[in-house]
């Protein structure tokens, strides 16, 4: 399968041909994996596949870019957008990212497609594009680091307004975010997860907020209105 068929036109072209290059290598050797019999999630179908994200909103139309860590572990919820659910129960974490919205926004969300954020210019990237079974997440992070990284690096250095919104020290460990333009914001808080009560719990000694304690999604908007480009409807259906 040719890159142009699972990725846009406009992201081969931001890429160019050594990234590009790179992306179809990753998935030739992802298709090898499946012929062996390994479960790689996600699976590729409609709406679904390792390159969703970046096939669901074109380069030149991404506005806000959240960083999550890899996809569910299963075929029923992933579908290759961070912290989205093809299908199914909402996740602890979603729930969370739902309450935080209602608060900031009043929108009161219970599907957990992204799918809609999606649409409207929000990149949804893991910095694992697979899940498998038979490999620890450091190790699928370290595979997909040049493709997720040269994304990043794409993306800081347009001349357009970026807003970019990290959740957990992993996210906010990453080295590319910690100088930036003036036309991109960066919001950090905790991970929006109940685990260790980390949606209460502020990180980096005190220097990054709670989950609960950040205003990300307002913030996130008044950016972006100030900068003459249309606010995110936070609703989660699809219009």
């Not at 307004?161 to 957990?168: F, R, Y």
Request: glycine content about 6%; overall charge positive; some cysteine.
């Amino acid at each position: 399968m040719q890159t142009k068929e699972i990725i846009s036109h406009s992201w081969e072209k931001a890429l160019r041909q050594e990234l590009s290059t790179i992306l179809k290598d990753k998935y030739k050797q992802i298709e090898k994996l499946r012929q062996t019999g390994e479960l790689v999630l996600p699976v590729e179908e409609e709406n679904s596949g390792i390159y969703n994200a970046l096939s669901s909103v074109d380069f030149e139309n991404v506005k806000v870019l959240i960083i999550g860590q890899d996809p569910y572990p299963n075929i029923e919820d992933a579908h290759g957008l961070a912290f989205s659910k093809k299908t199914g129960k909402c996740p602890a974490s979603l729930k969370n990212i739902f309450a935080k919205i209602k608060e900031e926004t009043g929108i009161e969300n219970t599907n957990a497609n992204l799918t809609h954020w999606a649409q409207q210019g929000v990149l949804l990237l893991n910095r694992a594009l697979t899940f498998t079974k038979t490999e620890t997440l450091a190790k699928r992070v370290k595979f997909w680091a040049p493709v997720v990284d040269g994304i990043i690096e794409k993306l800081l250095n347009r001349n357009t307004p970026l807003v970019v919104i990290l959740w957990g020290n992993q996210a906010n460990e990453i080295e590319q975010f910690k100088k930036t333009k003036d036309n991109i914001l960066v919001l950090r808080s905790s991970h929006p997860s109940n685990m260790g009560n980390a949606k209460n719990t502020p990180i980096m000694d005190g220097k990054i907020p709670a989950f609960t304690q950040a205003k990300l999604f307002s913030k996130c908007n008044e950016f972006l209105k100030q900068n003459g480009l249309k606010e995110i409807d936070w609703s989660t259906q699809l219009k």
